[in-house]
């Protein structure tokens, strides 16, 4: 079948994880996953930016098999995109850390076409979104490309390849040479050492496309290169270094992805929620006259979103969401945290003035405990007087899960601007049985 031993090794573990009959807890943490994403994506549907990236594709919403959400319907490709974009719009959807980073739902928007486009079912969906995911968990824990400088969207297009690949039926042969050819053809730079850009939101849908483009070819018996990963300049070498795969199909991974419930960079989760807890405590009075806001966390967090001055000023909503000092003053003068109320804030100058008090230092304690806990600790001073509060991590982590309650919560909210309260709340029931329907369609017409 190949030489690469990797490839063979991705290969057989994808069928033995597709072949593995969902229980309760993996159907159920796959599903909340399912609806995490549609929630953040109906969130930027109505986006100005995603209609022109829309019209700038051609899609009409007139025609084709597969659904882009509440846009209509077109070729599985553009849909695949223009749904991953939606739901990395807003920066909202899961995250996962091992040695390297990511956001593994990103996947679900290829998974659905692809299962759309074959009228899968819901628990044939499901099975092929476990493997891909769990494969990038994997490259997440075992291999570091990020500190090589190369964007998740990497991993996300070999784990998107995985999904696809299943559910369009590839035979092992074609299989690896589908994942040879999204590994040579998909490495991405990180191109996020400073403003962050709309780019953020369109990395891993161009990963998306290139799966289902590799899987197309692989389908039609087109071979890729062979090595891929080991040997001379192959991915090892050239992209992420050290490749250490766990795959076991038999190990659960589908609730290991952590949930967000503010729509911000992961290591913004802990210090919003602290900083709307503190502007309860403090009042109105207090608010108005602080000195100086100290944020103590995790080194790698304020690597990725407290480290350079464009974070202190940011000029973009992408910038904006990526930044614990502006989401910290944000949360504390508007108290609440919606992507709505961080556009508003960017024009805000009393949120731009609060930004530039926020100091934001390394804690070891936070740092040791990185990243089976998030920790993050605000202390905020006010006239000599000084209040603190901490966090072992923000609501959504994994030490402290989104309960099911709060997880529909957030999709219902997300959707009721776009939908009205009874087909949002409607919507959510019929999302929460997906492992039952017959055709995965039902779940992109809400």
Known sequence: MTQDSITRAIVEFAFASYARPLDSPRRDALTARIMDMLGCAIAASEDQE???VAAAL??????????????????VDTVAFLNGMMVRFHDWNDTYVGKNG???SDIIAAALAAGEERHCSGDEVLRAIAAGQHLMLDMCDGSNALARGWDHATYVGIAATVAVGLLRGLNPTQFAHAISMMTAANNMLLARSAKVSTWRSLASPQALRNALFVTALAKADVSGPDPVFEGRLGFLEVVCGDLHLALDPMRERSGDTHLKRFPAVFHAQAPCEIALEMREELGAELLAEI???EVATHAFAIHWAGSIPALWEPENRETADHSIPFMVALALLRGQVHHHDIEAGIEDAAVRALTRRVRVVDDPA????WPKQA???????????RFERSLIAGRGHAARPLSPEQRADKLIDNATPVLGAARADAWAKRLGGFAEMMDVSEALRP
């Open 375 to 385: 920790p993050a600790r605000i202390a905020i001073v006010v006239g000599g007087r």
């Open 58 to 75: 051609g899609f009409t919403g007139e025609a084709g098999p597969c659904t882009a959400l509440t846009m209509g319907k077109g070729a």
């Open 366 to 369: 936070a740092s040791a405990a």
């Open 291 to 293: 000195d100086e806001i």
């Open 102 to 104: 990511g956001h593994p």
């Open 50 to 52: 995603v209609r022109r």
